[in-house]
């Protein structure tokens, strides 16, 4: 039922020709969002319509990140009206999503540090900078497997595969269940859209009570037979004891599937991108110690997360705009990240732009993205490893795209590896 308003009341601002609800509910509009967030600018930092405000300011999506003033908007009790509008998920232990308490992305400080501090400790850079050989080593045996293919999808052969077999590694899931958990993840992933159809949230259901189930297995197992796995250690460690069976849930199955479900989109947006703009590639191709700062040019130019939410926890102001108590702002991080007053000409991809890294890809602020690390490291081994093995690597045919709107990515991405004659 609160699906089923929840669509009614955004196809309604929609018809009206509000620019959040058609990005919401209208493949046009989410197919390329770029001119929709421009629309937003003009109206001025922070917009306000009969739906809900947002911004796609830099500087304001900065502040509110990383405001005491916000707050997730979830887990404060009563969820404010246009949080329930928008996610309109009934809250269900088994099918809990990454968007519902006790996930480390709908909870505040102080619990919200509780949680974080269990599994960052194993992501910081220094420990990451120690996965570099395996990530390689992943990247080089998928293209191994398509040496005598000379088209391929190169999200489902390589950009979908290297990170979920990555992140299966890190939480000691064996190989074997490696696929199940992807198909899980793909359809979980719809949750973090407002404006599901019936069956998006039927189907969304369906893969998160499946993928409970199997995780609670998958602790049992982890219990009776621990492993050097980051999953094993939190398992040990006397604060995490503490936690209850849903908050281990929640934790562990967010670590997995943010780790796989968003950087196949950074992958795949990166190769549609370099296919587009032969001269930005040929460059990295000279000189391969630029991929690290390619990829936040891309991270930037067309970010694979789009739009978080935060909602005010007490009146307050921001760029001159009140905010009262319980208010939520849609924060369009691909938007901020084109925002002429952060980046100059920034509808231009220049993969040697001096402050690409300035973008707010991975959020800011208490809930910046823990596995920002990882994610960088496995998309520069990617791509690097991809062209040097196959300079004249190009897209062909018809790719299409994720429907997702938060998560911006390529579903079906073909490609040759033969220059063209
Ligand atoms: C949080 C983006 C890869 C784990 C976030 C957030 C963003 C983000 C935007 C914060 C959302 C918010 O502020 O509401 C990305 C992108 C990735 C990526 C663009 C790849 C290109 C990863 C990977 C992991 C990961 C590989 C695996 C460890 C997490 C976790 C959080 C998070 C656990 C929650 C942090 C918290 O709430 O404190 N990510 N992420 N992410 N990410 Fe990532």
Not at 38 to 55: I, Q, S
Not at 310 to 324: L, M
């Amino acid at each position: 039922l609160a699906h089923g308003l929840q669509r009614r009341v955004l196809q309604r601002a929609a018809a009206k020709g509000d620019v959040m609800a058609l990005l919401a509910t209208d493949p046009a509009f989410y197919d390329d969002p770029y001119p929709s967030y421009e629309r937003l600018r003009a109206d001025g930092p922070v917009v306000r319509n009969g739906f809900v405000a947002g911004t796609v300011d830099h500087a304001v999506a900065n502040a509110i990140l990383r405001s005491d003033d916000f707050g997730t908007g979830a887990g404060q009790g009563e969820l404010p009206a246009p949080m329930r509008r928008l996610h309109g998920l009934v809250r269900d232990p088994d099918t809990l999503s990454p968007v519902d308490p006790p996930s480390m992305l709908a909870v505040d400080p102080p619990v919200h540090t509780r949680y974080r501090r269990l599994v960052a400790r194993a992501f910081t850079a220094r420990k990451v900078g120690r996965m570099a050989d395996r990530v390689q080593d992943v990247a080089s045996r998928l293209l191994d497997d398509l040496e005598r293919e000379p088209t391929f999808d190169l999200v489902g052969r390589y950009a979908a595969q290297l990170p979920v077999a990555v992140i299966a590694d890190i939480l000691g899931v064996p190989d074997a269940e490696r696929s199940q958990v992807l198909g899980w993840g793909n359809h979980a992933a719809t949750t973090l859209d407002p404006g599901l159809s019936w069956a998006e949230y039927r189907r969304a259901a369906t893969a998160l009570r499946e993928m409970h189930a199997w995780f609670g297995h998958h602790l049992e197992r982890l219990r009776r037979n621990p492993g050097d796995d980051l999953l094993s250690q939190v398992l040990q460690d006397p604060e995490a004891a503490e936690l209850t069976e849903e908050e281990l849930h929640a934790i562990g199955l967010l670590v997995l599937g943010a780790g796989f479900e968003t950087t196949v989109n950074l992958i795949g947006n990166a190769v549609v991108l370099l296919d587009a703009h032969p001269d930005q590639l040929a460059r990295l191709q000279a000189d391969p110690d630029a991929w690290a700062d390619a990829v936040e040019e891309v991270l930037r130019y067309d970010a694979p997360v789009q739009l978080t939410m935060r909602a005010a926890v007490r009146d307050t102001e921001v760029a001159g705009h009140r905010i009262s108590a319980g208010e939520a702002v849609l924060v369009y991080l691909g938007g901020a990240n084109r925002d002429p007053a952060a980046f100059a000409d920034p509808g231009t991809f220049d993969v040697r732009r001096s402050n690409a890294a300035d973008h707010i890809g991975f959020s800011a602020g208490v809930h910046f993205c823990i596995g920002a690390s990882l994610a960088r490291l496995e998309a520069t081994v990617a791509l690097r490893t991809l062209y040097e093995r196959y300079p004249d690597l190009r897209v062909v045919g018809r790719p299409e795209r994720r429907t997702t709107r938060v998560l911006r990515g390529w579903e079906y991405l073909p490609v040759s590896t033969v220059a063209r004659v």
